[in-house]
């Protein structure tokens, strides 16, 4: 299995407050991304990097920041969370944009 | 139109049958393409990727892809109980950016 760790695995917050999920690589692969996956809307790119510092938005990136200041980790924000923010949570891997993604185990994230 | 659609399902085969999963892009440059598995509460897992128009066959698994058509598929031969999740076909577009998932067709395989 690749090197992926996501914390936490499972976080029960309230709305308004500060969440910030992490992931954590050990493949040294250049691309790394933030998922979220809902029923009846599969899996959807919130943020990717491509590089330290480089970062760009995907598909539903409002109310989410990210960071990454070193090649093993990416951290996604949500500044305030909302109860629209309840889901699961996917970090994934590659070495390049147009190679396979490796996904890590999830974060089930609740907002309450 | 949704740029990778696939049929929800629950497509329902026998033990030992051939399960055919199919999957239509609309992005015509779309380069590569995957499937991945992904049992219910847990993360997906990539078990196919194809490039090139053709099949390319994986021990069970055969990934057909036709682009003039704009058309993926997975066949999973020989099909068995522990075959049963939801299969999402995925496609990197023109761009070479990002990958986009189609939401999956939930495959059942009864003894």
């Known amino acids: 299995d690749a090197g992926i760790t996501q914390s936490p695995r499972h976080k029960v917050t309230e709305t308004g407050t500060p969440v910030t999920l992490r992931c954590h690589q050990t493949e040294n692969h250049r691309y790394m991304y933030w998922y979220r996956q809902d029923p009846g809307h599969g899996l959807r790119l919130i943020h990717y990097s491509y590089g330290v510092k480089d970062t760009d938005k995907g598909e539903v990136s409002d109310g989410y920041s990210v960071s990454r200041s070193k090649t093993e980790d990416f951290l996604l924000t949500l500044e305030s969370a909302t109860s629209s923010q309840t889901s699961v949570y996917f970090c994934?891997?590659?070495?390049?944009?147009?190679?396979?993604?490796?996904f890590g185990d999830g974060t089930r994230l609740s907002i309450l | 139109q949704k740029e990778v659609e696939q049929n929800s399902g629950p497509l329902s085969v026998p033990e030992g049958a051939i399960a055919s999963l199919n999957c239509t892009y609309s992005d015509r440059g779309s380069q590569s393409f995957f499937w991945y598995r992904q049992y219910s509460g847990k993360s997906p897992e990539l078990i196919m990727f194809i490039y090139s128009n053709g099949d390319k066959e994986d021990g069970r698994f055969t990934a057909q892809l036709n682009k003039a058509s704009q058309y993926v598929s997975l066949l999973i031969r020989d099909s068995q109980p522990s075959d049963s999740a939801t299969y999402l076909c995925?496609?990197?577009?023109?761009?070479?950016?990002?990958?986009?998932f189609g939401t999956g067709t939930r495959l059942q395989v009864f003894p």
């Open positions: 995925a496609v990197i577009g023109y761009l070479r950016d990002k990958l986009i």
């Open positions: 994934a891997i590659s070495e390049s944009g147009d190679q396979p993604q490796h």
